[in-house]
């Protein structure tokens, strides 16, 4: 945790901790812990009703935001703010992080899988998992940048496996850079299975590390119809880079503990929503 992170914790334990009924018009470390709050419960803050929920301007709202924002604590975005997408770009890290969530997302995003279509599977571990369960016998051609994925497809009898090549990227595991960006941009794959660090209706699709995320955009361009399997602490999220606008995908798959209200806010963008 950076010095400053940890500096604006502190501040805002010690307003949490003191029994003092504050104004929260005039302290701003107990307005920012209620902002924080509010996030974290709703996912997000729109500076202009917080300006009006706490009688104060829409400036010292922002200037809130900013404060938590440069702490590391939330993703600022136009408006308002966003939860702070918690994903990793370390394939080891992530590979372990909601394994049970991710495998049942995958089965339950096989049913879009039919004979002998064209299928990329880009570089998440929710990916891996997908690989793991592929039907076998399907005649499926399997595109990857990830290794892993690639092994576990080959494991499974695919008909035909190709590996995007380039410089291997050691902590995602995967293929990066302008040889893998040129060979995606030459197909056109039945569906893409995507994984994403973060997923909000207005930020869209995004992730942590430019690298990964350029590919990931090829791979949208690319492909017929996309697919994203997110699990639900990854909804209403932001990230440093925009994959795609969320309408962009054909399909999510998530969570079915994700409560009604959420799900109800998703399928109204036009997107469906499957729950695993």
């Known amino acids: 945790m950076t010095r400053h992170k940890a500096e604006a914790l502190q501040k805002i334990e010690l307003a949490?901790?003191?029994?003092?009924?504050?104004?929260?018009?005039?302290?701003p470390a107990e307005r920012q812990r209620m902002l924080l709050e509010r996030?974290?419960?709703?996912?997000?803050?729109?500076?202009?009703?917080a300006a009006l929920d706490f009688a104060v301007s829409e400036d010292t709202i922002r200037r809130d935001l900013r404060e938590l924002a440069d702490a590391g604590l939330v993703e600022r975005v136009h408006g308002g703010a966003l939860r702070k997408s918690k994903a990793s770009?370390?394939?080891?890290?992530?590979?372990?992080?909601?394994?049970?969530?991710?495998?049942?997302?995958?089965?339950?995003a096989l049913a879009f899988i039919a004979p002998d279509m064209v299928v990329l599977l880009d570089q998440?571990?929710?990916?891996?998992?997908?690989?793991?369960?592929?039907?076998?016998?399907?005649?499926?051609?399997?595109?990857?940048?990830?290794p892993d994925i690639a092994v576990a497809a080959l494991d499974r009898g695919v008909s035909k496996l190709i590996l995007v090549g380039g410089m291997i990227d050691p902590l995602s595991r995967s293929a990066v850079g302008?040889?893998?960006?040129?060979?995606?941009?030459?197909?056109?794959?039945?569906?893409?299975?995507?994984g994403a660090c973060a997923v909000d209706l207005i930020d869209g699709v995004t992730a942590v590390d430019y690298e990964d995320?350029?590919?990931?955009?090829?791979?949208?361009?690319?492909?017929?119809?996309?697919?994203?399997?997110?699990?639900?602490?990854k909804l209403d999220?932001?990230?440093?880079?925009?994959?795609a606008p969320f309408s962009r995908l054909d399909h999510m798959v998530t969570e079915r503990g994700v409560s009604g209200a959420v799900q109800q806010r998703y399928s109204n963008s036009g997107v469906e929503i499957h729950l695993a």
């Open 124 to 146: 998440s571990t929710s990916n891996l998992m997908l690989a793991r369960q592929l039907p076998v016998d399907a005649g499926l051609t399997v595109i990857t940048p990830s």
């Open 237 to 243: 999220t932001s990230s440093a880079y925009k994959i």
């Open 39 to 49: 996030i974290e419960q709703d996912g997000r803050v729109a500076s202009a009703q």
């Open 178 to 194: 302008a040889g893998a960006l040129e060979q995606i941009a030459g197909m056109k794959p039945d569906l893409c299975f995507l």
């Open 89 to 108: 770009h370390r394939f080891d890290k992530r590979v372990i992080a909601n394994e049970a969530q991710k495998a049942q997302l995958a089965n339950r």
């Open 213 to 233: 995320t350029c590919l990931k955009r090829a791979m949208v361009a690319a492909s017929r119809a996309v697919i994203a399997l997110i699990t639900a602490d």
């Open 16 to 27: 949490m901790d003191t029994d003092i009924a504050f104004d929260t018009s005039h302290i």
